[in-house]
């Protein structure tokens, strides 16, 4: 089992930007207007969990 990474949920993703302004690995991208994170990069610092004003992202287990 791997580390826990952040995980958006599409459905709820506002492509507001502000996970993509926090995130220090620059791991997080706009790809048709959600925002989806590259599990290569992330390190589960979990900043832009707190930073999503609706919270749109969670950690998944991989
Ligand atoms: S948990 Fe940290 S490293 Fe991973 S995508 Fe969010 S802000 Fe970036
Ligand atoms: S902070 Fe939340 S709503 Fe804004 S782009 Fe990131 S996942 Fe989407």
New binding site residues.
Partial sequence: MGKP??LVDKGKCLACGG?IS????D??AMCSSKAI?SKEN????????QTCPVGAIGNEVH
């Avoid at 992330?42 to 969990?49: E, F, L, M, S, T």
């Fill in positions: 990474k952040a996970c926090v995130c220090p690995q791991a997080i994170v992330c390190i589960d610092c979990g900043i832009c969990i």
